[in-house]
């Protein structure tokens, strides 16, 4: 039997069609939208591309959307300056940087620099000290272990009880999945282990999962018989296998042996198409929260 897709190009139209009608509503009451600023340093193109993308989505949900290009050599204490005065801008609510920063920048000490309350990306140690203490805490979870997260409830599947595996303890991605999904709370209560390079059966741990999320950056390392038949496949491993000669674009591939994997689990996110078009909407996401938190509405 194939397992249900889980789509996130899906889930991403109605997390942004909520978050439009919920922008549309604050302004009605209280005269404001959110304000993103995104920082953008050199013209590095994957870093464009990304940027491009963010600043069309923050315009079709309703935010006031500022564009901030700095040249590649700009000094690590002009980007804190910057930084500064975003900070104190009270029409802005999110400071997204774009990484990777050039190298004369210390990319620790400019995250750092950002007000925490304004940290979207969720990566400020402040943000990741609410997170792990869980619950009202939490301001911001970092958007794609948030998306995760959402796709997973979205999805109908039970957490509560639930085993979930994660493959990979990345700062951005493992250890923040592992930490929400094991939190008391809705969407979670979840009984958690993490994998890694030096765990000794990778197979036996994967095979136990009722969720299991791969975050590897290994093309198909995840093996079909390591998946519990019925069981919850989250792929977040984005993976360049070549080039379409036809279209020019990049043939993309999970962590998961998708073809053979969908035959066993119950339901499984695809590649690409799945947890990829979630990080940007949780962006969003936590733009608006951060407004919200300002007015007092979360
Ligand atoms: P990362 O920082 O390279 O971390 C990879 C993790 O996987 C590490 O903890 C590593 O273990 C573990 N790992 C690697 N090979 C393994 C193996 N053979 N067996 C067991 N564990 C293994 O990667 P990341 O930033 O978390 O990203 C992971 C993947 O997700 C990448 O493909 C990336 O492109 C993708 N990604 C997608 C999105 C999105 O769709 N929006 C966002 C972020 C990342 P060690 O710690 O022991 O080295």
Same mark, same amino acid.
């Given at each position: 039997m194939s397992a249900k897709l889980i789509k996130g190009t899906e889930i991403r139209e109605e997390i942004l069609e909520e978050i439009t009608k919920e922008v549309a509503e604050i302004k009605d009451k209280h005269g404001v939208v959110p304000g993103l600023v995104t920082i953008l340093i050199g013209e590095n193109p994957a870093s464009m591309s990304y940027v491009t993308l963010k600043i069309k989505t923050a315009h079709r949900v309703g935010f006031t959307e500022v564009q901030d290009s700095q040249p590649e050599d700009i000094s690590e204490a002009d980007l804190l300056a910057l930084i500064d005065k975003y900070n104190n801008d009270d029409s802005i609510n999110g400071i997204l940087v774009q990484l990777p920063l050039p190298k004369q920048v210390d990319e620790k000490k400019i995250l750092n620099a950002i007000d925490p309350d304004k940290d979207v990306d969720g990566f400020h140690p402040v943000n990741v000290g609410r997170l792990m203490i869980g619950g009202d805490e939490v301001k911001f979870p970092p958007c794609t272990p948030a998306g995760i997260q959402e796709m997973i409830v979205r999805a109908g599947v039970?957490?509560?009880g639930a085993e979930v595996v994660v493959v990979g303890r990345s700062n951005i991605v493992g250890k923040p999945i592992a930490n929400m999904m094991l939190q008391k709370g809705p969407g979670a209560n979840s009984t958690v282990t993490i994998v890694h390079t030096? *765990?000794?059966d990778l197979a036996g741990h994967c095979q136990r999962a009722d969720i299991l999320i791969v975050a590897a950056g290994v093309p198909g390392l995840v093996k079909p018989e390591w998946i519990k038949p019925g069981s919850c496949v989250i792929d977040v491993g984005v993976n360049r296998?070549?080039?379409?000669?036809? *279209?020019?674009k990049a043939i993309l591939r999970g962590d998961v042996d998708f073809d053979a994997a969908k035959e066993i689990a119950g339901s499984i996110t695809p590649v690409p198409g799945g947890v990829g078009p979630m990080t940007i909407t949780m962006l969003m996401k936590n733009t608006l929260k951060s407004l919200k938190f300002k007015l007092g509405l979360a």
């Open positions: 039970e957490t509560s030096r *765990t000794k296998i070549g080039m379409n000669e036809k *279209t020019g």
